[in-house]
């Protein structure tokens, strides 16, 4: 089926099977690799992207089903060129190593924070509990996170 | 200035990483994609493999010519076993390879594999090592006569007297139960077939990109020459990765067989069943102390249950030999004996995850010291304080060397942090109001960065060892490192940048770290075994030395100056106590556009290798934990390390590296458990049964660094990539039995699952 | 781990799934709406439905109002809206308290009330909360409307009243009066993971004693039920920790726990007592 997806502001029209899902339409059809998948059943949160402002797995939704809500991946999180906070903090506190499972890592904070930007510093930890990371033991995202949380609202964000 | 070396500098690998910039296996687009059809028996004889009408399938039948993977080692009573890249009319474990269906899609190839129709008459499997090893036992295959496919032993000459003439003996058996290693991105191989140059480019999520096309060449009768392989950002491997997927051969042979490119990416199921396994262990140990609680001498009795295959490099011998060399791990003793046996089954293969055999050896002496201290009556830090070794260097009753180390000063230092005398108080008080907390150490020492004599003590056919580096500047003043080692996710591109930037004077920004291509990084043996800091950190370091001379060299001659009065800094070569420099930058463009001026070769690559004999770091992990007796669920409060892998290269990443490690030895204690059916069914296929932590379940670790700087590493620096993994699950073990002290109960079989600590309990009464 | 081919269908109005859902239930039609237990079972393909169709375009279906002593959740109200004092009164307490306890937060962001209830498995927390405050579920199919009582709904491990051609529309629960205390409590394994048991406790106190006590238990049996023993126990009672001991031993006993080599019974026993006795503890805070 013929489809339009809306990605970090640009329009992608792509053909897809109905059973496709947005995971693989992002990286396949659309080429936008940053989103990884690491499970394909909704339980190690690599794939998450936000859509419609609701960080969401990715793998859980078809394509089609995306049609007509804005979609953010990881490439589209800080302007060209630049960093976001969370990218910054993730580097500065050593919240990835292997790199793999951090876009989804990112997406899930950068909802969390838009959604309530003073959130508690437990309330944030625990929003983390939804990715796995199999490299850092979670100390460098969570430090990560909570820093960037700060940074952001210092900013007036 | 201070030295790059030693500073937390942020990673190099970082801002493509956060950015989705990185390149992954699976990110490469293809002409075809590949399913593997794989058995759903574990034992069994096909009688026949029919595909779908019109589908692209291939068999063994296909691959005729395709040589089986054999890896071999010449010792140890070893009998080599076969696998072939697809099943070769036998199936051996749920999730054997045994046909390739090539499609336009994922989706499409899954199809035509749930359609491929598998006939097999199945036999009886066997699943576990104690089955395998009892008599009678079914034969797993024809050639491994008991399934014992590796048995070994060692007896000191006094072993027997000393158990004779010692004050007491205390046993303890223990078990680990198997684990998958779990890298987030599962593996995935593209390999693309190149008409103008008849090459093969194969990119997969390899730890050993060098290794692996030595194999791969071997095993389809080609030259290397005509294979390149890349590996790319690989998103963690913990071992995993080290060994050579079967998939890998077959993917290579489509790309040549179908003259295009071709794509496999497994699927997590896949992984979990049918990638490798590890840990899956029996251990009985007995400690014969004299009166002083002081240990005399040890036995153990090893047994591995290796799975179905062999994998290559390492064989089906690699847990069992670990725990030979290295069960009595940080304690002297004089007296030794050990057998371990390798049991094959009708079971996934076993193959390193960090730590190898470690995290189940370190179980076994970890608690057999908590078993003999309560018989002592003594605190288990006053029984370590007595048997931790503590004079360097230390030959072990195994025959390995222990360079220096910090063994009790780690322990000592573990417990000021935990405040540990005045955690028995709490511990009484919060027993009386029905809470029971338990505390829990783990000391061990981890033999790393060991070079081909270690490897050439096992016997192996491949021996690796050593690792080379080329380091270049470029006329511009830039420098590129090309390794042979293959990190994915380490961070060794900064580390290796900050030894070599002290070096050439240069910032590690100025630094291009290049690996993970076998047309573009010297033969070297990847990234394994916390290895490749002290391996290839050692030749970075010697390799940079030799860059360093000849950049003095050329500026001694155009500063008119006597090389030795001049140092590399801050992008300038400097005569000692002048102002007077020269950017470097212009040493480099001298070096090849004006290379008649000067008496050194022209150019400023140079090459080094190294190939160290080991050094052992050492760690003390201390757990303080509250088991919940109505729930039999367990909670960290605490999670103390205090260690020393020498010379710290980046603190920052030394830490990840702990925390990192540490996560997986809680989840190797509390979560993970691959679990099969007695017929031979994985029961762990997803992640909502294979439980990997999360943030919840992983508490704040703090760290504390000794750092012993007489190693014979020559930077100093020490491997630490799988200490966190061998440690923790021994910590967080003992401090459940601490806390169920009172019950009587104790719990020797990780992952100390609820079922499990429930079982404990109820049989203690 | 690709799903099997499939036919969409995105529905635009509910007569208009409830026709597609009885014209393609026969072959292998089925309702999508939040998907997070649907698709991961799809890419397994352990179900392998010809067709889905999508209610999740369908307007108004996301309305969650309280019509009279009742809330009305329709079915692609998600997990997420259930957040703190999105539904007045001791009940939007309650089903906040509930709430949290599902996956996390991307799976509650997409999944819904109505599609736990229908994919009906023992360890669902929404199906704890139907079974021990009763309510009514409203279902639209090809023989019209039907409201069917929570009490009929469950019928064994992911099995339900609902017939296949049958859409659930809207599921309803009675509001809890004023003054009315409640306690959760559930074990997991790890942070978000199914139940391997939990409690959900209700009651009132008139005159220091306890009247109406509802006590549920979920994910030990192969549907959740009302502990009637445990209730009785609780019934005119003074809620005291004593008490609640006594009620927790009576659940534990009354509990037929499912085999599993993972939990077992005499765990799961365990983890009944345990997780009425915290519910009990937890209403009185």
Known sequence: MKLTLDINGATYRIEVEARHTLADAIRQECGLTGTHVGCEHGICGACTVIVGGEAVRSCLMFAVQAEGQPIRTVEGLAPPGGFHPLQTAFMAHHGLQCGFCTPGFLMLAASVLERDPHASDAALRDSLSANLCRCTGYQGIIDAVLAAARAMRSKGG | MMGWAGRPILRLEDPALVRGQGHFTADLPARFRVRFVRSVVAAGRIVRIMPPDGATVFTIADLAGVKPIRPMLHKFGYIPIEQPVLADGIVRYVGDPVAVVVADSDAA?????????????????????????????????????????????????????????????????????????????????????????????????????????????????????????????????????????????????????????????????????????????????????????????????????????????????????????????????????????????????????????????????????????????????????????????????????????????????????????????????????????????????????????????????????????????????????????????????????????DELGVTPEAIRVIHGDTDDTPYGWGTFASRSLVIAGGASLLAARKVRRKLLAIAATMLEADAADIMLDDGAARIVGTDRTIPIATLARASYHQAHRFEVEPGLAESATYDPAGTFSNACHLAIVEVDVETCAVSIERFIVAEDAGRLINPMIVDGQIRGGVAQGIANALLEEVVYTDAGDPLSTSFADFLLPTVREIPRIEIAHLQTSATPSITAAKGLGEGGAIGAPAAVMNAINDALAPFGAEIDEMPATPARIHAALREAG | MKPAPFTYHAARSVEQAVALLGALAPEGGRILAGGQSLVPIM???????????????????????????????????????????????????????????????????????????????????????????????????????????????????????????????????????????????????????????????????????????????????????????????????????????????????????????????????????????????????
């Not at chain 2, 594999?113 to 036992?137: K, L, S």
């Not at chain 2, 295959?141 to 000393?162: D, F, K, S, Y």
């Not at chain 2, 003996?169 to 139960?177: F, K, P, Q, T």
């Not at chain 3, 003054?179 to 009132?204: H, I, N, P």
């Open chain 2, 109 to 501: 190839a899954e199809d035509i594999a749930d359609q491929v129709e598998v006939e097999i008459i199945a036999a009886a499997p066997v699943t576990n090592a104690r089955d395998a090893a009892a008599p009678g036992a079914p034969l797993v295959r024809a050639e491994v006569p008991g399934n014992i496919v590796v048995e070994a032993a060692i007896e000191t000459a006094g072993h027997r007297l000393a158990i004779s003439r010692t004050h007491r003996v205390v046993a303890c058996s223990v078990r680990s139960n198997r684990q998958n290693a779990s890298p987030l991105e599962p593996r995935a191989a593209h390999a693309a077939f190149d008409p103008a140059s008849w090459r093969v480019t194969l990119t997969a999520t390899t730890q050993t990109p060098h290794m692996m096309r030595t194999v791969i060449a071997d095993l389809l009768g080609i030259r290397e020459a005509d294979l390149r392989v890349i590996a790319p950002d690989v998103g963690g491997g913990f071992g995993q990765k080290m060994s050579l997927a079967p998939e890998f051969v077959v993917l290579v042979w489509l790309a040549r067989h179908l003259r295009t490119s071709v794509a496999w990416t497994e699927d997590r199921r896949e992984n979990l069943m049918a990638s490798f396994h590890a840990r899956d262990m029996d251990l009985s140990v007995t400690g014969a102390f004299d009166a002083g609680a002081k240990l005399i001498a040890l036995t153990g009795e090893v047994l591995a249950n290796v799975g179905a295959y062999a994998p290559y490099p390492n064989t089906a011998a690699v847990e069992p030999l670990m725990s030979l060399a290295e069960l009595p791990g940080p304690y002297d003793v004089a007296e030794y004996a050990c057998r371990v046996r390798g049991a094959v089954t009708n079971t996934c293969s076993s193959a390193p995850y960090r730590g190898v055999a470690r995290p189940a050896l370190t179980l076994a002496m970890e608690r057999l010291m908590d078993k003999a201290a309560r018989e002592f009556g003594i605190e288990p830090w006053d029984i370590r304080r007595r048997n931790l070794v503590t004079r360097f260097p230390y030959v072990s009753a195994s025959g390995l060397t222990y360079d220096p180390g910090t063994y009790l000063e780690t322990m000592e230092r573990a417990l000021s942090m935990a405040d540990a005398p005045s955690f028995r108080a709490r511990q009484a008080v919060a027993r009386a109001a029905g809470r029971y907390l338990g505390i829990g150490l783990s000391t061990f020492c981890e033999r790393t960065g060991y070079g081909s004599p270690a490897f050439a003590a096992r016997g192996m056919d491949v021996t690796p060892g050593w690792e080379t580096v080329r380091i270049a500047m470029d006329p511009s003043g830039a420098v590129e490192a090309r390794i042979g080692a293959s990190p994915h996710g380490q961070g060794l591109e900064t580390a290796l940048a900050q030894i070599i930037a």
């Open chain 3, 43 to 285: 890419a397994f393909r352990l179900a392998q439905p010809s067709h889905l169709i999508d209610i999740n375009r369908i307007p108004g279906l996301d309305r969650m109002a309280v019509d009279g002593d009742r809330l009305s959740v329709g079915a692609t109200v998600r997990h997420a809206a259930f957040r703190a004092s999105a539904v007045p009164g001791p009940l939007g307490g309650l089903l906040a308290t509930v709430a949290a306890h599902i996956g996390h937060g991307p799976i509650r962001a997409r999944g819904t009330l109505c599609g736990s209830l229908v994919h009906a498995d023992p360890a669902s927390e929404w199906c704890l909360v139907f079974a021990t405050l009763g309510g009514e579920m409203v279902a639209h199919g090809p023989r019209g409307v039907r409201t069917i009582a929570a009490a009929g709904w469950f019928r064994g491990i992911m099995t339900t009243a609902l017939a296949e051609d049958e859409m659930l529309v809207e599921a309803r629960l009675p509001l809890l009066v004023g003054g009315a205390r409640f306690g959760f409590c559930e074990q997991s394994r790890r942070a978000g993971d199914f139940a391997m048991a939990m409690a959900l406790v209700t009651y009132r106190v008139v005159d220091g004693r306890i009247i109406e006590p509802r006590v549920g238990i979920g994910g030990a049996e192969a549907v959740p039920r009302r502990v009637t023993a445990a209730e009785a126990v609780l019934d005119g009672h003074v809620p005291d920790p004593a008490a609640f001991a006594r009620a927790s031993d009576v659940a534990a006993a009354s509990i037929e726990p499912m085999e599993d080599p993972q939990i077992p019974v005499t765990l799961r026993r365990d983890l009944v007592r345990a997780s009425t006795r915290r519910a009990l503890l937890g209403s009185l805070q």
